[in-house]
């Protein structure tokens, strides 16, 4: 089997079908690369989009950094505000309550794993009239989720406080700039192995755009990143 690298022509076999699909994980697992570069393949397969943006504990990697190459696009970004989010079960601002109700948009969301961001998927469940897609994105490059068993502890553990239980996981085992065709491959394996003591599928992985075409033998399509999440002291590419 060849490598089933996503484009806009194939984006469905990683799209979505429900309206709503939620992307968390851990810290480090790279999940807002994975929810913008999720968005940027719906926009472009011609969907209508528009990114919610829960993680705000993380002062480095938010969506809504983005805002404006992602308005270009014709995604919105709306992102709550952090003083909403200190109470156990948070209220929703009234934009990201209309873009969850929105019959006509596929709403991707960004949230995180940590304590705060489950407490804000929990909240989640208020505001939707169908059940969402929730993704958990794994990384087998940390520490924290290292093995299969760290992988799925911590999954149960987002699941636990977000009292939602998600339908797949996303494979993205990344190094940075060293990661390599080996590093996706070998950490593909135990994110396979995490997936099935969480009796999860695997819906997809991802690799950076320049070694995409590189993934034999995954089994699952590829999606090629464009890297747009940076933090601020590392330089720019050129």
């Known amino acids: 089997m060849g490598v089933r690298v996503a484009t806009e022509s194939n984006a469905a076999e990683i799209l979505s079908d429900r309206r709503v699909v ?3 994980g851990a810290f480090g697992s790279g999940k807002t690369e ?13 969907r209508d989009v528009a990114i919610v943006d829960l993680d705000i504990v993380n002062p480095y990697f938010r969506s809504q950094d983005h805002r404006a190459a992602l308005a270009a696009l014709g995604i919105g970004v709306i992102a709550q505000e952090a003083s909403a989010l200190g109470s156990e ?3 929703l601002s009234r934009e990201i309550g209309g873009a969850l109700g929105d019959a006509d948009s596929h709403v991707v969301v960004d949230v995180g794993g940590d304590p705060e961001g489950a407490t804000a998927l929990a909240s989640l469940r208020h505001h939707l009239g169908e059940e969402p897609d929730i993704w958990m994105v ?3 490059s940390r520490p924290a989720t290292a093995t299969a068993e760290q992988m799925a502890e911590m999954a149960r553990r987002i699941e636990a406080m977000a009292r939602l239980r998600a339908t797949a996981a996303v494979s993205n085992t990344h190094l940075g700039r060293e990661t390599t065709p080996q590093v996706i491959a070998a950490g593909h394996e135990v994110v396979k192995a995490a997936a099935r003591i969480l009796e999860l599928p695997v819906r997809f992985a991802a690799a950076p755009a320049g070694l995409a075409a590189e993934l034999e033998g995954l089994g699952v399509p590829i999606l090629p990143l464009r890297r747009m999440v940076r933090p601020p002291w590392e ?3 050129g």
């Not at 994975?34 to 011609?46: D, P, V």
């Open 22 to 24: 939620i992307f968390t």
């Open 89 to 91: 079960l948070p209220a």
């Open 138 to 140: 794994l990384n087998a």
């Open 235 to 237: 330089p720019a590419d």
């Open 34 to 46: 994975i929810a913008l570069n999720y968005a940027l393949l719906a926009r472009g397969a011609g």
